[in-house]
């Protein structure tokens, strides 16, 4: 399994009667009980597809469009499109009084992982940051260092986080 299907299962658990659920939201809401496997697998993969398309999409906005409007009106889209997606696939769903709690979901990523792809992402995160880091110190003072040192250092300690709990669930 690859960082794509981690992501895609990390909005999913089972409950304590065994039926599986689904947090769009993540720790944030309560899940809907998925009704089959069929469903399960459905879902699961509209997650991972959305994420390749919506990663790369902020990637290459970012690149391209000078403005952080372009890049926030193209993240806008995706959520947008998100919301109103989950809203149509989940519709005829019952909501679960379970709870995913919080890096409940990034327990379930780095179990579905690959530590080699998890060190892969740690690198690139800390590389993305010390980047950042060294704009700042270099005398950009425009929000971009400010928020590239905040997004990559989150998803650092995120990602360090999910390294642990693989490296302690080897054992």
Same mark, same amino acid.
């Given at each position: 399994?690859?960082?794509?299907?981690?992501?895609?299962?990390?909005?999913?658990?089972?409950?304590?009667?065994?039926?599986?659920?689904?947090?769009?939201?993540?720790?944030?809401?309560?899940?809907?009980?998925?009704?089959?496997?069929? +469903?399960?697998?459905?879902?699961?993969?509209?997650?991972?597809?959305?994420?390749?398309?919506?990663?790369?999409?902020?990637?290459? =906005?970012?690149?391209? @469009?000078?403005?952080?409007?372009?890049?926030?009106?193209?993240?806008?889209?995706?959520?947008?499109? *998100? *919301?109103?997606? @989950?809203?149509?696939?989940? +519709?005829?769903?019952?909501?679960?009084? @379970?709870?995913?709690?919080?890096?409940? =979901?990034? +327990?379930?990523?780095?179990?579905?992982?690959?530590?080699?792809?998890?060190?892969?992402?740690?690198?690139?995160?800390?590389?993305?940051?010390?980047? *950042? @880091?060294?704009?700042?110190?270099?005398?950009? +003072?425009?929000?971009?260092?400010?928020?590239?040192?905040?997004?990559?250092?989150?998803?650092?300690?995120?990602?360090? *986080?999910?390294?642990?709990?693989?490296?302690?669930?080897?054992?």
């Amino acid at each position: 399994m690859g960082f794509f299907d981690g992501f895609a299962n990390s909005a999913f658990k089972k409950d304590s009667e065994g039926r599986d659920l689904f947090f769009p939201w993540g720790p944030w809401s309560s899940g809907f009980i998925l009704k089959s496997e069929d +469903q399960l697998n459905e879902l699961r993969s509209f997650r991972m597809k959305t994420f390749m398309v919506a990663l790369p999409a902020a990637i290459i =906005s970012m690149e391209i @469009v000078d403005e952080i409007w372009g890049t926030v009106g193209i993240l806008s889209l995706y959520f947008l499109g *998100y *919301y109103f997606w @989950v809203k149509k696939l989940t +519709q005829d769903l019952a909501r679960s009084n @379970v709870k995913m709690k919080p890096f409940e =979901s990034d +327990q379930i990523f780095a179990r579905k992982t690959p530590l080699k792809t998890l060190i892969f992402f740690e690198i690139a995160a800390i590389g993305f940051f010390s980047m *950042y @880091v060294w704009l700042l110190i270099a005398g950009n +003072q425009t929000w971009i260092p400010f928020a590239g040192i905040g997004l990559f250092g989150l998803i650092a300690l995120s990602i360090g *986080y999910m390294i642990a709990v693989k490296l302690r669930n080897r054992k």
